[in-house]
């Protein structure tokens, strides 16, 4: 599969890029492997720093509330116990990592089955590559309007770290920039768009090749 090379004119450059059959092509993409990877991208953003107190942590007396026998009552032993008020919690929440495990294949299979959703879906776009002296805003926002990407959610695949663009771009509604090396199945999802540039299609084509 081959798609147009644009340059940031919005113009089509007349030279092509190989989108590589067993990562943007897949006769069966696994929509399983998909759920379980963004399951897990999902569950690892979770802060899982939730608590409550237990009777041994809450503030309170270690004092008997009431003899052992003659009242009628159950017997208590102190006023935290959980079926007093400003007692400790019985079973509650604990910090806790959500994370599982899923197996590197299961992850590579998501992302090249996700990957093969989106080129079916057309919703694959590759820029010829550029570069910015300093963080320019305005004039990334520019390029998109003339790829025809303004208002879309967009996410904006470089082959390597550059601070310049990422700061051009992080401001700008809708857009998300990240590298190659980092783009996830959620990523994939997510966007209306895959605007790669060019290297960064190699980079991928390397990573997911089987």
């Known amino acids: 599969m081959e798609v147009a090379v644009y340059n940031i004119e919005g113009s089509e450059t007349g030279r092509k890029v190989n989108l590589e059959a067993n990562?943007?092509?897949?006769?069966?993409?696994?929509?399983?492997?998909?759920?379980?990877?963004?399951?897990l991208i999902l569950a690892n953003k979770r802060q899982g720093t939730h608590k409550s107190k237990t009777r041994g942590e809450v503030h309170g007396t270690n004092k008997k509330p009431f003899r052992q026998k003659g009242t009628?009552?159950?017997?208590?032993?102190?006023?935290?116990?959980?079926?007093?008020?400003?007692?400790?919690?019985?079973?509650?929440?604990?910090?806790?990592?959500?994370?599982?495990?899923?197996?590197k294949k299961v992850k590579a299979l998501a992302r090249r089955s996700a990957l093969t959703y989106k080129a079916r879906e057309e919703g694959i776009k590759v820029v010829e590559r550029f570069a910015f002296d300093a963080p320019k805003t305005k004039e990334f926002?520019?390029?998109?309007?003339?790829?025809?990407l303004a208002g879309k959610k967009v996410i904006f695949v470089m082959s390597a770290e550059d601070k310049t663009l990422y700061y051009s771009g992080r401001n700008i509604p809708k857009i998300q920039i990240v590298?190659?090396?980092?783009?996830?199945?959620?990523h994939i999802l997510y966007a209306d768009t895959l605007l790669f540039t060019e290297d960064a299609v190699g980079v991928i084509n390397e990573r997911l090749a089987n």
Do not use: C, M
Not at 24 to 34: C, R
Not at 141 to 148: G, H, M, Q, T
């Open 23 to 39: 990562i943007f092509g897949l006769e069966t993409p696994n929509d399983q492997a998909i759920y379980q990877d963004v399951r």
């Open 72 to 103: 009628g009552n159950a017997r208590q032993g102190d006023r935290k116990s959980p079926l007093f008020r400003h007692g400790g919690r019985i079973f509650g929440p604990t910090p806790r990592d959500y994370g599982f495990k899923r197996n």
């Open 141 to 148: 926002l520019s390029i998109l309007n003339k790829l025809e």
């Open 179 to 186: 590298i190659a090396a980092e783009l996830n199945t959620y």
